[in-house]
């Protein structure tokens, strides 16, 4: 791992991870980066950590090329970490401006302490723009930095995403945002589904229903269904159940997307219902297929409105 301060050259074109948050003015007050820098390497991290501190220690000299370094480091980052132990003597009022700044980038990950002061406006434009709750321990915040970054690697956003393509309008407008994922009981849809897509950074942000999760399968109701912006069914197995609410969705005109296991044959009778069949060799393939059939319906919508 290696640890790159401000004062210092940005090291570009690397997996890396910002530590983006309050910065200590006084001397005398220790950076809560050491610790985060000490979490990363304990578990493993092999990327660049970017610091916006002077490696000395010492209070920063020159404002601008502070602030253009930060600038040319958040733009390489693979990921940017927002942690926000927000004191009276810590503000962080630069971090006011790079977190709404980078937010709609997609690849800004947020947490504070449940100590920390003036933090309502953070957790509020966190949750209704990102779709996200924010993380309260500074390990498990990094954790998820770690894995984003080892799955984003240099394949990073560098740009602002466009207001069509932010979550918030997912929200307010017609869009792709409450996912059914409807499976035969039969396979072992809580190791090989469930854990998947729970774990993935970037299905966190939608509304996506998994029936068995939460024992909640039985009260859903004939109207739960017309609430369903895309269903996608998991057909490797065979379930009369899954035939049942593969026809309501039918009925109510909502997108339909089959996904099967290489090696299974999906039954006949689907294709009365839908013409769009996935196969998937391995778990991350059938996250990959999940996602592109997300973005070709989310993409129908776009050019809709």
């Known amino acids: 791992m290696i640890i790159n301060y401000s004062d210092q050259e940005v090291i ?25 820098c ?16 002077y490696s ?13 370094w930060e600038r040319d480091a958040m733009s390489y980052a693979s990921v940017i970490v927002v942690w926000l132990p ?19 980038t997609g690849k800004l990950i947020y947490g504070r302490p449940d100590w920390a002061i003036k ?6 434009l966190y949750e209704t723009d990102e779709n996200l709750k924010p993380y309260h321990s500074l ?8 894995k ?10 560098t740009e602002i995403l466009p207001i069509e393509k932010r979550v918030i309008m997912r929200k307010n407008h017609n869009s792709i945002n409450k996912i059914y994922v409807a499976h035969s ?15 993935d950074f970037e299905l966190k942000k939608y509304d996506i229903i998994l029936p068995h999760e939460n024992d909640t399968y039985e009260n859903y109701t004939r109207n739960f269904y017309r609430d369903i912006d895309l269903m996608i069914a998991e057909v490797s197995d065979k379930a009369t159940g899954l035939g049942i609410e593969l026809g309501f969705a039918y009925d109510d005109d909502t997108p339909i997307y089959c996904i099967y296991k290489k090696g299974t044959i999906p039954n006949n009778s689907l294709k009365s219902v839908t013409g769009n069949f996935y196969e998937y060799n391995t778990t991350d393939d059938m996250i990959y297929k999940i996602k592109k059939i997300i973005n070709t319906e989310e993409q129908k919508v776009y050019k809709k409105n």
């Open 12 to 36: 570009k074109n690397q997996k890396s991870i910002f530590l983006a948050g309050p910065t200590p003015r006084d001397e005398n007050i220790k950076s809560w980066r050491n610790e985060a």
């Open 38 to 53: 000490q979490i990363l390497k304990d578990k493993g991290f092999d990327g660049v950590v970017y610091v916006p501190e």
């Open 56 to 68: 000395t220690g010492l209070p920063k000299k020159d404002y601008t090329d502070q602030a253009q």
């Open 86 to 104: 927000r004191t009276s003597d810590m503000l962080a009022l630069t971090t006011n401006g790079e977190f709404g700044y980078w937010i709609h």
């Open 119 to 124: 933090i309502k406006y953070y957790d509020w």
């Open 139 to 146: 390990e498990d915040l990094l954790i998820n930095a770690i």
């Open 148 to 157: 984003v970054a080892n799955h984003v690697g240099i394949n990073k956003h």
């Open 185 to 199: 009981k039969k396979i072992p849809y809580q190791e090989e589904l469930y854990k998947p897509i729970r774990q």
